[in-house]
C-alpha cells in the first residue's frame, strides 16, 4: 500500500542536541512538506520542497534544517538552536503540476526535550 | 497574507444530530481549493472534502457538506448524523494557485465533541 512513513514515532532529545525526524513516502509524490503542531493549535509550515534538491522555508523555519536528495524522503533536522522544539511533527506529500491536489499526511513524530 | 478562521475553537454534538463548524478566509484571488481536514485522537490527518472556488455546486461527502459563499469568503462543514467516529479537531484550508502555489494555509482548528 502507497503511504507516508514517519519514524520514530516518539522522540526524546536533551538540550542541546541535535535531532533528525524521518519521513519516506512512496506515492511517487514530487512536493513534501514538514509542519509543526503544538497543543490545540493549527498547522504550521517549516519547510517544503518540490522537487529533488531544493526546498523552500516555511513560515517556522528558524532552528530547523532539511534535505531532498532523494525523491521518496524528506527529512527534518530539529538543531539546538530552536528554542522550543518540544511538539507533534507532521510530514505531508503532494502531487505536483496539477492545481487543487491535496496533501497527504504520516502519522507524526512526538519530540520532547527533557 | 492568505488568512484561515475558524471562529469555534469548540464545539458539541448530540449523536444523529447535525452540527455546522465555521471557517472564513481572507483572499484577493479568484482562483483556489478549500479543504476540510479531520483530526482524530489519534493524530492522523485525513481529508474530508474539498471544494473548488469555480465551482458554485456545494461539494458533498456522504454525511458531509459545506456551504461555500465565495463572496461572503465562508466555507462551513455540516455533518450530519454525527456518529461517536466524527469526534476529532476539524481544520479549514486554504490553497490558492497564483499566491500559494502548492502551500496550504490552516486556520486554528474546531475540536468536535459528539455525546452519545
Known amino acids: 500500500d502507497g503511504g507516508i512513513t514517519q519514524s520514530p514515532k516518539y522522540l526524546f532529545r536533551k538540550e542541546g542536541q541535535n535531532v533528525t525526524l524521518s519521513c519516506e513516502q512512496n506515492l511517487n509524490h514530487d512536493a513534501m512538506y514538514w509542519y509543526r503542531q503544538d497543543p490545540g493549535q493549527g498547522l504550521r509550515l517549516i519547510y517544503y520542497?518540490?522537487?529533488?534538491?531544493?526546498?523552500q522555508k516555511g513560515d517556522i523555519a528558524e532552528g530547523y534544517s532539511v534535505s531532498r536528495e532523494k525523491k521518496e524522503s524528506f527529512p527534518l533536522t530539529v538543531t539546538s538552536a530552536q528554542k522550543n522544539p518540544t511538539a507533534f511533527y507532521l510530514c505531508?506529500?503532494?502531487?505536483?503540476?496539477?492545481?487543487?491536489?491535496?496533501?497527504?499526511f504520516g502519522p507524526g513524530t512526538r519530540l520532547t526535550v527533557l | 497574507a492568505q488568512t484561515v478562521t475558524q471562529s469555534q475553537p469548540e464545539m458539541s454534538v448530540q449523536e444523529a444530530e447535525t452540527v455546522t463548524l465555521s471557517c472564513t478566509y481572507d483572499?484577493?484571488?479568484?482562483?483556489?481549493?478549500l479543504f476540510w481536514y479531520k483530526q482524530p485522537p489519534s493524530r492522523q490527518m485525513i481529508l474530508v472534502i474539498r471544494?473548488?472556488?469555480?465551482?458554485?455546486q456545494n461539494a458533498t461527502e456522504n454525511r458531509f457538506s459545506v456551504n461555500f459563499q465565495k463572496a461572503a469568503k465562508s466555507f462551513s462543514l455540516k455533518i450530519s448524523d454525527s456518529q461517536l467516529g466524527d469526534a476529532a479537531m476539524y481544520f479549514c484550508?486554504?490553497?490558492?494557485?497564483?499566491?500559494?502555489?502548492?502551500?496550504?494555509?490552516f486556520g486554528e482548528g474546531t475540536q468536535l465533541t459528539v455525546n452519545p
Open positions: 484550508a486554504y490553497n490558492g494557485r497564483e499566491t500559494s502555489g502548492s502551500r496550504l494555509t
Open positions: 471544494q473548488e472556488a469555480y465551482k458554485q
Open positions: 483572499t484577493s484571488e479568484s482562483d483556489y481549493y
Open positions: 520542497s518540490q522537487i529533488v534538491n531544493d526546498f
Open positions: 505531508a506529500s503532494r502531487k505536483q503540476g496539477l492545481f487543487g491536489y491535496e496533501q497527504f
